[in-house]
């Protein structure tokens, strides 16, 4: 497992342009969602009353809020902008994911050609793909929500609800993950040109490697953010700034190791 996920970091330091895309992606997007999270809150902020105003005062821009929220159309401009931006993610997310899968599978060639190659050749089935995840993710939801209701309304202190939520929601987790790894096994085969099927079989064969795999390169995820995390409480200010921006970038070359990782075990077992 090791000599595996060594093998997949020297694949991912051959994927510079993919590591680069992901990261102006999600520096643009971060902006994105700044600006327009800025845009609401910051009005907001203004019209708070001071605390030389009293808690009457308070008390009556909670009230004002409420009545606009349930009384008028104020909400519905920014849940339009949310359904937006959610559908645009959803559409760039599998292209990029398109673009680097076949930017592993196919290393003779220039490195941003191949990547945008990959988008234009592979975008259908890829889009396919996310779409029918997104809907095996989303169907639990039909029993763990009415579960997590139940839960809520049963329980009164926070000891007995986590211990009764706690297993909900880590299942529920563990089966969104596997998700991941066996649509990952499928994109594989599709960027090798051989039936989409075939990846479950491969996956099956490496079951043990690849879920190790995935496991270790989570935990190198974690310990990194908490580092970043810890650094930042010590050094604030611009150097933090860089420091998180290094971050963001080491963070989009971890995903870019844990999907060459395990399609180097793809690679062992087809």
Request: hydrophobic fraction near 55%; aromatic fraction near 16%.
């Amino acid at each position: 497992m090791l000599i595996t996920i060594k093998e997949g970091w020297n694949m991912a330091w051959k994927q510079p342009f993919a590591v680069i895309a992901l990261f102006v992606y999600n520096l643009i997007w971060g902006l994105v969602l700044y600006k327009l999270v800025y845009s609401i809150i910051v009005p907001l902020l203004h019209r708070y009353p001071g605390a030389d105003m009293g808690r009457e005062a308070a008390r009556l821009f909670w009230i004002e809020s409420q009545f606009q929220l349930s009384k008028t159309d104020l909400l519905q401009p920014y849940l339009w902008w949310a359904f937006v931006l959610l559908v645009t993610r959803m559409l760039l997310t599998p292209l990029l994911n398109a673009g680097l899968f076949f930017s592993l599978h196919h290393t003779d060639l220039n490195s941003g050609y191949r990547f945008f190659r990959g988008i234009r050749q592979l975008a259908v089935p890829f889009l396919g793909l996310y779409g029918l995840r997104m809907l095996l993710t989303l169907a639990p939801l039909w029993w763990v929500l009415p579960s997590a209701a139940g839960v809520l309304k049963t329980r009164f202190t926070y000891e007995s609800i986590a211990a009764d939520l706690l297993p909900i929601l880590a299942a529920y987790l563990a089966y969104g993950y596997l998700l991941h790894l066996v649509f990952m096994y499928l994109q594989f085969s599709i960027t090798g040109g051989r039936p989409s099927w075939e990846g479950l079989l491969t996956m099956g064969r490496g079951i043990l490697p690849a879920l190790g795999a995935s496991i270790l390169l989570l935990l190198v995820g974690f310990l990194l953010t908490a580092v970043v995390m810890s650094a930042s409480m010590i050094w604030a200010g611009f150097f933090a700034l860089l420091g998180y921006q290094a971050y963001r970038l080491a963070q989009m070359f971890c995903k870019v190791w844990a999907i060459s990782a395990q399609y180097r075990i793809w690679l062992a077992k087809a």
